[in-house]
């Protein structure tokens, strides 16, 4: 069966540390990968888009890898400050011709201490 | 803020009531899709409409149902509630269907099925 996952334990780093998040997706071929932001009883913000064609991309002090051989996506917030405290979710954009959804991972959250 | 309005923000149900929650997109987003979050898991997909119409449809039963309007807001209606109906449901907007472009987020609607 299909399945996306995320690490389901919180990650606790200390400020000004890399934070490194993980999803992993099984019976997929997805061509693009989305990640979000989501705040407790907050809607999800995006924050990143890859393309299977785009091994890594950035955004400021974001960096998202994309890795359709491993089936593997990595997340990391580098000099991580305690305002990027949430749970970060993967999704994957399945779809074709103009029907199209996002399946989402559980999602991780992180706490990041000062 | 995204521009995505869902309303009401809390709502309180007895099992086997019925309930509409609502969403307005972002200006000149024709997609709105809606997502079943329960505590501690990611969005669930339900539905999508895109101009008007139903686009696309996830592993929820008939009991859900939704409507698109000429200005493109939308509704989620749920009959016969249940227990496990207990969610944060949450209404994304988009540009467009069948392409991967972010999703813009409402606050989202928590419901509580008693």
């Known amino acids: 069966s299909q399945k996306i996952e995320q690490n389901s334990e919180a990650l606790n780093i200390q400020e000004g540390k890399t934070a490194t998040l993980t999803c992993n997706y099984t019976?997929?071929?997805?061509?693009?990968l989305q990640w979000y932001r989501q705040d407790p009883g907050r809607g999800p913000v995006f924050l990143l888009l890859?393309?299977?064609?785009?091994k890594e991309k950035r955004k400021e002090r974001l960096k998202v890898t994309f890795d359709t051989t491993l089936k593997q996506s990595l997340f990391h917030i580098t000099a991580s400050q305690p305002a990027d405290s949430a749970t970060y979710l993967c999704?994957?954009?399945?779809?074709?011709?103009?029907?199209?959804?996002?399946?989402f991972g559980q999602g991780t959250t992180l706490q990041v201490k000062p | 803020e995204t521009g995505v309005t869902q309303s009401p923000t809390h709502l309180i149900k007895t099992r086997g009531q019925q309930v509409t929650l609502r969403c307005s997109s972002q200006?000149?987003?024709?997609?709105v899709s809606w997502y079943q979050q329960a505590l501690g898991q990611g969005p669930q997909f339900i539905f999508q409409y895109y101009r008007e119409e139903e686009n696309g449809r996830g592993n929820f039963p008939p009991r859900f149902s939704g409507l698109q309007f000429p200005n493109y807001s939308s509704e989620l209606n749920v009959n016969a509630l249940e227990l496990d109906d207990s969610a944060l449901y949450l209404c994304?907007?988009?540009?467009?269907?069948?392409?991967?472009?972010?999703?813009?987020f409402g606050q989202g609607t928590r419901l509580t099925v008693v």
């Open positions: 200006s000149g987003h024709n997609t």
């Open positions: 019976n997929y071929s997805p061509a693009y």
């Open positions: 890859i393309r299977e064609n785009e």
């Open positions: 994304a907007s988009s540009p467009t269907s069948g392409r991967p472009t972010e999703a813009f």
């Open positions: 999704a994957l954009f399945h779809g074709s011709g103009n029907t199209g959804k996002l399946i």
